[in-house]
């Protein structure tokens, strides 16, 4: 029998799972290649615009992934993200580096409840420490399945880009 996410845990994760997709985080410990054609003749890239093109870069999960994993998550939102209050004004690219600024405090060694506490923007998610569950490829937006999909057990991913916001996943079962 497959354990189902209560509804309530799923509005409090500001990714809406459903049976029809939502969520999103991704990438393991190598970053996921960018898309090509992001800046123009050899111009320098702005940390915001590498962050950006790594939030957005395409994943593919491994032949033989599992049917379910258990994750947690920080999520990072920006003006005009689903479900972002009207009292976030960041912009996008700020937002982006905030979540790559997380993914470095857990690489330094902090606690990912230490981080969610810092940084996550979901209601709810301290309490839980960024935790929501078993979830299937379907019950999450795409972009965010590929990323939780790619990891290994203990495995965190790079930044990853939802129309939720920017998200970092770490995968703990």
Known sequence: ?????????????????SAAGAGACGGS????????????DGAAET???????????????????????TVRHVLVKYAGAKSAAETVSRSREEACLRALEA???LEGGATFAEVVGAYSEEPGAATREGSIGAIGRTDVVPPFADAA???GRGDVSHVVETD???HVIQRTE
Do not use: N, W
């Not at 029998?1 to 799972?17: D, E, N, Q, S, Y």
């Open 1 to 17: 029998m497959m354990k189902r996410v209560p509804t309530a845990l799923v509005v409090l994760a500001g990714i809406v799972l």
């Open 29 to 40: 410990t190598p970053a996921p290649r960018a898309p090509s054609g992001g800046v123009e």
């Open 47 to 69: 940390p915001a615009q590498r962050c950006l093109a790594i939030a957005g870069a395409k994943r593919e999960p491994p032949a033989g992934a599992p049917d379910r994993v």
């Open 103 to 105: 993914r470095e405090k």
């Open 149 to 151: 999909f790619e990891l």
């Open 164 to 166: 939720y916001g920017f």
